[in-house]
């Protein structure tokens, strides 16, 4: 199908963006090539999240409006992939008729055969194989890539869909993770962010502190990240890895979920505030000034004012860097969706409003205590609201602005921090 144009919009997380860049990839394989917006294309491929209810009303809406451009061109197919796709399947084509195909995250290996046929086709069954299968991607940005190191979920949260939608837990051989990652060392990539739903859990011929140190040898990569962690899983022996690697960043993103220990039972985490408190000392003993992220849910079903409190106690006990904060979303095939009782949204709306306001202060306060330090900044790009003005992240993943030559893109440059933000620092290079 040369000359064939295909736009992907992308709703979600970092998996569902690398997603998306398989997408392009295989679609680029068979000759698509990407528009600048649906309007000019032939083929809209939505990459769908249901991971919370938000994301999932906002994904229809849109899937509304492009009925226009349907209508206005009759050539015009429409896919749906990610979540909400392998999730509800055929209710996707029911509710949207003039909808094409739709595939879960389990299948874009069958994008090739799904884009050849003219009838409505659901793709959404299981893929036991999923791990030995390496596709292509195309990378949005030259300097950081995303690669996936296992696929789906065994945790069985009360409250996540993940193992429903992305299936079990499947670790990449890591033969393949190297290759892929030696590839793209080659092609001028200087830093990799592993991804999974629970990477500390990888598990192929060998663990993950085991394949950090391989990937901590590949020639030309600078920088190595993760996520996400699960807090039950968290080893000492990885805790040491991240500590004794050079190019394993000192950063950490560590679901809480919530600082009540009772709540953390009902959402079936598996673990105490008190253990998640301990290992956090633990990683602060091996790596002195990392940098600490989390996810808070706030308005679990049966979370009382006391329950709340003791999320704010954490917040100011740990002293995060940063924090990602939703209010709970009861997701249907869930436990939690069925728990009584569930909490008023009103009641969820001023509860996250106070997490933010505790958490924006702490963040502050850390980011001040970075005025005058030298920090390395790999360079990602312009900044997205001055184009004279470059953005970067530091290896404790503070963003950095400043004033530069765009030719630092791509590369690490030393930048002395002249004031800190609440969501980023602004620098001078040296």
């Known amino acids: 199908m040369p000359g064939k144009r295909f736009y992907i919009e992308t709703f979600g997380c970092q998996m569902n963006v690398h997603d998306s860049e398989k997408i392009s990839g295989v679609l680029s394989r068979e000759g698509y090539r990407a528009a600048d917006s649906a309007g000019e294309s032939d083929l809209i491929v939505f990459n769908t999240c249901s991971i919370r209810h938000k994301a999932e009303q906002k994904f229809f809406s849109r899937l509304g409006r492009i009925r226009k451009l349907k209508k206005k061109n009759p050539n015009l197919r429409i896919a749906v992939a990610g979540c909400i796709a392998q999730q509800q399947g055929e209710k996707v084509l029911k509710r949207a008729p003039y909808v094409d195909f739709v ?38 940005s030259g300097s950081r890539a995303w690669v996936a190191v296992m696929y789906g979920c065994n945790n069985f949260c009360s409250y996540c869909v993940v193992p429903y939608t992305r299936g079990r837990e499947r670790s990449r051989p890591s033969a393949n993770i190297l290759r892929e990652i030696e ?29 950090l140190e391989k990937i901590n040898s590949v020639a030309g990569i600078e920088r190595i990240r993760f996520v996400t962690s699960h807090p039950r899983d968290l080893s000492e022996r990885l805790i040491s890895a991240i500590g004794e690697l050079e190019k394993v960043c000192e950063h950490f993103h560590l679901p809480l979920q919530s600082g009540s220990t009772r709540i953390l039972e009902s959402m079936n985490r598996g673990y105490s505030y008190d253990e998640y408190r301990r290992r956090i000392d633990r990683l602060r003993s091996k790596v002195p000034g990392i940098s600490l992220t989390t996810d808070i849910i706030t308005g679990f079903p049966g979370e009382t004012d006391a329950d709340h409190q003791q999320t704010i106690s954490a917040l100011a006990d740990v002293e995060f860097d940063g924090i990602f904060a939703f209010k709970f979303s009861p997701r249907t095939g869930t436990a939690a969706a069925v728990m009584n009782p569930q909490v008023m949204d009103e009641i969820k709306s001023r509860r996250i409003l106070e997490i933010l306001e505790v958490q924006d202060e702490i963040t502050l306060k850390l980011n001040k205590k970075l005025e005058g330090s030298v920090q390395k900044v790999l360079v990602e790009g312009l900044s997205e609201t001055d184009n004279k003005v470059l953005s970067g992240r530091t ?36």
Do not use: M, W
Request: glycine letters at 8%; hydrophobic letters at 40%; one cysteine or more.
């Open 103 to 140: 595939f879960g995250p389990q299948n874009i290996h069958l994008l090739a055969d799904l884009v050849r046929r003219s009838a409505p086709t659901v793709a959404d069954g299981d893929n036991p194989g999923l791990a030995e299968k390496d596709l292509p991607a195309i990378r949005a």
């Open 183 to 211: 590839e793209l060392a080659e092609r001028g990539f200087r830093e990799v962010t592993l991804l999974g739903q629970n990477v500390n859990s990888y598990r192929s011929e060998i663990g993950f502190p085991e394949l």
């Open 395 to 430: 290896r404790s993943n503070k963003i950095v602005n400043f004033v530069g030559n765009a030719f630092c893109i791509g590369s690490t440059v030393p930048v002395r921090i002249v004031r800190a933000r609440k969501h980023s620092l602004d620098g001078e290079p040296l």
